[in-house]
């Protein structure tokens, strides 16, 4: 893809103030989006945790770094209804059961004897398939919904992607088995949302256009799921650029609650964009 027609996006969830690694992640989207087209997409489906004024916060930041964005922004709190319709064509295609189950109830599981070790994938705890056998016919309020990881595997047969970041092969193929051990059957739908991050963001990339998906590669096995969802559900594919993380002293991930390294914390201390970008290594 030339870069005059990539198309790239910004995601922010309005959790907290953004911080030094969001600066990096949205100066590498503007920037690889080129002469192409940069977006901005407010990940707010956690309404329990976003904020109104984190969102305003993070216009403000970015305009102070000199980013610019082509509108219009996308809200996912607005998406409701694309959201259940990508669930009820995977309904249709039958690698969807409905899961009532707690945190607790899924520790209990894997702590019976009969459980091997329980396994931490990248998508937390591997379920241990309790509810699998339930039917989505018999789907209630109070049920999440789970995607069956084999038979959608099966479904799509074999899944590959191209990375464009510096971190890992071009050639990304995925391994069905490590799927289905280290990621399981994971949840499309939290019972208070709709949905969840792994199906929203797949939605809106391809609501959005976007062709290039760049982020921080954390989110670096997180694509795998994605690559299955776009195949389940006929989406055109995005290629992928995965960046470093920017890390504290200590070596340890920025978060949320660094604030310290929060954007605004550097503008009131007199900071200016270029500085920014020069503790970025930018
Ligand atoms: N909303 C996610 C975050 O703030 C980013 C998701 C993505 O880039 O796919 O970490």
Known sequence: MPPEGR??????????????????????AAERAGAGRFLLRIEDIDQSRCRAHFEAQIYDDLRWLGLTWAEPVMRQSTRASAYRAALARLAALGVLYPCRCTRADIRAALSAPQENAPQYGPDGLV?????????????????????????????????????AGPLHAPGQTIDPDWMIAQVGDVVLSRRDMGTSYHLSVVVDDAAQGITEVTRGDDLFEATFIHLLLQALLELQRPSYYHHRLIRDECGKRLAKRDDARAISQYRKEGATPQDIRLMLGL
């Open 127 to 163: 379920y241990p398939g309790t509810c699998r056998a339930r039917s989505i016919a018999k789907a209630g309020p109070d049920d999440a919904l789970r995607l069956n990881m084999r038979q959608a595997l099966a479904h799509v047969g074999a899944l590959s992607f191209t990375e």
């Open 7 to 28: 198309v790239t996006r910004f995601a922010p969830s309005p959790t907290g103030p953004l911080h030094l690694g969001h600066a990096y992640a949205a100066f590498v």
